[in-house]
């Protein structure tokens, strides 16, 4: 069965338009998310453009707060204290990537965490391995809402997460071994230095890939009845498609979806849940995680 991340990311932005909807109604004010954004990167700009547009779907108001990227990083920092200790503002992303004169470290650990609705402070991140009320970051988020509304269950299970970045593959780990409904999984964590990768992945019931590299999951590495969620995006040359390119995740599609029980296809599985997932975190930060 294909996994419909589209579908389901459709779901729960008229989820979050009811639930905005209802708080205007109650008298309140909308929740208000703020986007950082330094310098004029034109992915960053489209990324930015996109998570605009999605708040303005759900009535989420987002205010776009622009730098040129001569900014230094004593300045930003600032920026984020204010932005830290402004009330109309329920949460803030920093558009990553920042100039190399800019730590992205020292700018993201400067975020309130209860305002850190990309999930990526040292506390939120702490906050999740701890099981405490955490905001997690989007993708990870969006893949266990995936599992979940597809009734796939982890307890118990064993997972194996490849790929071991801040923003996807260490906290996908961390929450999945969670105590919790969509959790209670064994989870193994597998990176670039892992041997016997193929023997290990082969004892998975729910692998989770997160490398970019198109291709690397392949037939002989799944067995029968697995669930396969596919998380790399990598554009390769295409002669033959409009744009010269097409979007591939890491997994040989065409081979391993016959022996799943469940599989997310690239596009159209995990990337549309991603920027649900961040409305999601801003409506929990405007209703105060603690
Ligand atoms: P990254 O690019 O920071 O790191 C890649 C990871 O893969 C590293 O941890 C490395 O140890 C591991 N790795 C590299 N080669 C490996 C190998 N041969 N075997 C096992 N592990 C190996 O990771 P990232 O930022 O999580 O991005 C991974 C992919 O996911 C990229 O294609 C990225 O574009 C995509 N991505 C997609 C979404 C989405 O919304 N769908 C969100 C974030 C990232």
Redesign the pocket.
């Known amino acids: 069965m294909i996994i419909d991340g589209k579908e389901i990311a459709k779901q729960i932005r008229q989820e979050l338009r009811d639930k905005v909807s209802a708080l205007l109604s109650e008298g309140k004010r909308a929740p208000r998310l703020g986007i950082v954004i330094v310098g004029h990167n034109p992915a960053s700009e489209t990324y930015v453009a996109n998570k605009m547009k999605a708040c303005a779907e759900v009535g989420i108001e987002a205010v776009r707060i622009a730098y040129e990227d001569t900014i230094s990083e004593a300045q930003l920092l600032q920026e984020v204290e204010n932005l830290n200790a402004d009330n109309s503002i329920d949460g803030f992303i920093v558009q990553l990537p920042l100039p190399a004169h800019i730590s992205e470290q020292h700018i993201t650990s400067a975020i309130d965490y209860r305002k850190d609705v990309d999930g990526l402070t040292p506390e939120n991140v702490g906050r999740t391995a701890q099981g405490l009320p955490s905001i997690v970051s989007?993708?990870p988020r969006?893949i266990r809402e995936l599992l979940a509304r597809y009734n796939i269950p982890t307890d118990g299970k064993h997972i194996v997460v490849?790929?071991?970045?801040?923003?996807?593959?260490k906290p996908m780990a961390s929450l999945l071994m969670q105590k919790h409904e969509h959790g209670n999984a064994t989870v193994t964590l597998?990176?670039?230095?892992?041997v016997h990768?193929k023997e290990i992945c082969l004892s998975a019931d729910i692998i989770i890939v997160?490398?970019?590299?198109p291709g690397?999951l392949t037939e002989d590495m799944v067995s029968q009845g697995v669930t396969v969620i596919d998380?790399?995006?990598?554009r390769v040359e295409d002669p033959t498609s409009p744009k010269g390119y097409r979007i591939c995740?890491?997994v040989d599609f065409e081979n391993v979806a016959p022996k799943c029980a469940y599989i997310t296809p690239?596009p159209g599985?995990?990337?549309p849940?991603?920027i649900v997932s961040l409305l999601q975190n801003t409506l929990a930060a405007y209703e105060h995680i603690r």
């Open positions: 989007a993708t969006g490849i790929g071991r970045s801040n923003i996807v593959g597998c990176h670039s230095h892992t990768l997160a490398v970019g590299h690397l998380v790399g995006i990598t995740g890491d690239v599985g995990v990337g849940m991603t």
